[in-house]
T-cell receptor
Framework: DVKVTQSSRYLVKRTGEKVFLECVQD?????MFWYRQDPGLGLRLIYF???????EKGDIPEGYSVSREKKERFSLILESASTNQTSMYLC???????????FGSGTRLTVV | AQTVTQSQPEMSVQEAETVTLSCTYD???????LFWYKQPPSRQMILVIR??????QNATENRFSVNFQKAAKSFSLKISDSQLGDAAMYFC??????????FGKGTKLSVKP
């Protein structure tokens, strides 16, 4: 069964900490995406990548960065966590975007 | 820029009944794809149904079907014979030339026994 795996389901971090959210897919997909999900706001795109070492900003990239050193792994980095980054983070991958995404289970991040 | 609007934040349906979730979108593109995703309380988003804009025939997947009105830019999801397991957040999404999907804000569906 094909999978997108996010390393943590729940995470609690302190304000100012550097936070790494990891996402790994086993489908040999070219495209990977990071979204955050907040009640009433739906899913908002943070960053995406169409190839190794390549990254593109989404709609809300401020306060985040990403890394894609290998095709299967796409990491989201919060350089200095703040309380307004408390959210659900969803990773997704796709072979071709218009065939839809496969999502991970999500990471619920709380910044205190 | 493309936008996706789901005008019903919450919906409720009786078990075994039929419910329709609304979605409208705005785009100037002629070639695109539309999706409905389901997110149960366990959180993992799963693809329910996919529609290609150039196909006039409405997509169906078992009890799930869409009413795709390209001129009206409308893409509603109909769930027939609703089951308790259909209770979830449902997201409508648009995929066009930009390569990533644009999501609506979601509709929370409750199913009453």
């Amino acid at each position: 069964d094909v999978k997108v795996t996010q390393s943590s389901r729940y995470l609690v971090k302190r304000t100012g900490e550097k936070v790494f959210l990891e996402c790994v897919q086993d489908m040999d997909h070219e495209n990977m995406f990071w979204y955050r999900q907040d009640p009433g706001l739906g899913l908002r795109l943070i960053y995406f990548s169409y190839d190794v070492k390549m990254k593109e900003k989404g709609d809300i990239p401020e306060g985040y960065s990403v890394s894609r050193e290998k095709k299967e792994r796409f990491s989201l980095i919060l350089e200095s966590a703040s309380t307004n980054q408390t959210s659900m983070y969803l990773c997704a991958s796709s072979l071709v975007s218009n065939y839809g995404y496969t999502f991970g289970s999500g990471t619920r991040l709380t910044v205190v | 820029a493309q936008t996706v609007t789901q005008s019903q934040p919450e919906m409720s349906v009786q078990e075994a009944e039929t419910v329709t979730l609304s979605c409208t979108y705005d785009t100037s593109e002629s070639d695109y794809y539309l999706f409905w995703y389901k997110q149960p309380p366990s959180r993992q988003m799963i693809l329910v149904i996919r529609q290609e804009a150039y196909k006039q025939q409405n997509a169906t997947e078992n009890r799930f079907s869409v009413n795709f009105q390209k001129a009206a830019k409308s893409f509603s999801l109909k769930i027939s014979d609703s089951q308790l397991g259909d209770a979830a957040m449902y997201f409508c999404a648009y995929g066009g030339s930009q390569g990533n999907l644009i999501f609506g804000k979601g509709t929370k569906l409750s199913v009453k026994p």
